[in-house]
T-cell receptor, first 113, second 113 residues
Framework: AQSVTQPDIHITVSEGASLELRCNYS??????LFWYVQSPGQGLQLLLK??????LVQGIKGFEAEFKRSQSSFNLRKPSVHWSDAAEYFC???????????FGTGTQLKVEL | DAGVIQSPRHEVTEMGQEVTLRCKPI?????LFWYRQTMMRGLELLIY????????DSGMPEDRFSAKMPNASFSTLKIQPSEPRDSAVYFC???????????FGPGTRLTVL
């Protein structure tokens, strides 16, 4: 069965600093991979997704992620964090044509001004 | 489009009562998903529908939980009888075949006393 590990429960960065959130997945076939963001009291919003092709994918709000098959990783990055990026971030793997999502436990991002 | 609509946004009930959560997917979407989010277990897929037909209900925790989709624009998740451990945020999401991005509603925060 597929699984997703987000090893960092909480991360604190200073505004303007770079950010990398880690995600490792386990899945037997080529995965569909996603990063979602959840602001307090809100639903989840898709940041970016990977299905195939270029392993570096660009998303909204200046985020990018790189798929590394050899490491089973799909880490999320942003070169300069803004205070409004404080939220919870979820990595997910999609099966069944990408429709059935398995989420990681999430990483709570705090941004210090 | 108004996005995925869920009602109520907050529900407080007493143990043993019946609870019904409602979801209206984005018009034209043919997949609908119900998720539960708790601190202990994170985001879990409970059940999903395709063209109003339940496809996978393996995530439904117990027989006390049931979900229906009588038409393309409405779904319910019912808990009967409710228990304190059912307290969670329940999300509904929808998507279109081939789209893969799931669009989430704002969630229903359920508290069972």
């Amino acid at each position: 069965a597929q699984s997703v590990t987000q090893p960092d429960i909480h991360i604190t960065v200073s505004e303007g600093a770079s950010l990398e959130l880690r995600c490792n997945y386990s899945y037997g076939a080529t995965p569909y991979l996603f990063w979602y963001v959840q602001s307090p009291g809100q639903g989840l919003q898709l940041l970016l997704k990977y299905f195939s092709g270029d392993t570096l994918v660009q998303g909204i709000k200046g985020f990018e992620a790189e798929f590394k098959r050899s490491q089973s990783s799909f880490n999320l990055r942003k070169p300069s964090v803004h205070w409004s990026d404080a939220a919870e971030y979820f990595c997910a793997v999609g099966t069944g044509g990408g429709n059935k999502l398995t989420f990681g436990t999430g990483t709570q991002l705090k941004v210090e001004l | 489009d108004a996005g995925v609509i869920q009602s109520p946004r907050h529900e407080v009930t007493e143990m043993g009562q019946e609870v019904t959560l409602r979801c209206k997917p984005i018009s034209g979407h043919d997949y609908l998903f119900w998720y539960r989010q708790t601190m202990m277990r994170g985001l879990e897929l409970l059940i999903y529908f395709n063209n109003n037909v339940p496809i996978d209900d393996s995530g439904m925790p117990e027989d006390r939980f049931s979900a229906k989709m009588p038409n393309a624009s409405f779904s319910t998740l019912k808990i009967q009888p409710s228990e304190p451990r059912d307290s969670a945020v329940y999300f509904c999401a929808s998507t279109l075949w081939g789209e893969t991005e799931q669009f989430f509603g704002p969630g229903t925060r359920l508290t069972v006393l």
